[in-house]
């Protein structure tokens, strides 16, 4: 069985942060949603995040918060450490370099 045809299901924080993966013509995504909290991520290549519902508030490495609304993206470096917080439910889409 080819595994590029499988969708991964990731799930993060009790349930609260969930992503299905996929192959897109750009590479590797993933498509996900945030209920309201407070999160940590860490990344081991570099991504762009899209916000497609809602708002996001985003705290990069040694960087100030910043307030990201729908369509609007964001890139975070491979190897490090970053916030985000959200007061209702978020949905994302992350591609992968």
């Known amino acids: 069985m080819d595994n590029n045809n499988l969708v991964t299901h990731n799930v993060y924080f009790e349930g609260k942060v969930q992503s299905l993966g996929l192959a897109t013509e750009k590479g590797k995504a993933t498509v996900g949603v945030m209920k309201s909290g ?3 991520f860490s990344t081991s290549s ?9 708002t996001l ?8 918060w910043v307030r990201y609304a729908a369509q609007e993206a964001f890139d975070v470096a491979a190897g490090v ?17």
């Open 38 to 40: 407070t999160y940590t």
């Open 46 to 54: 570099a991504e762009k995040m899209i916000v497609i519902s809602g």
């Open 57 to 64: 508030d985003v705290r990069l490495p040694n960087q100030d």
């Open 81 to 97: 450490s970053f916030d985000v917080t959200c007061d209702a439910d978020v949905a994302y889409i992350c591609y992968y370099e």
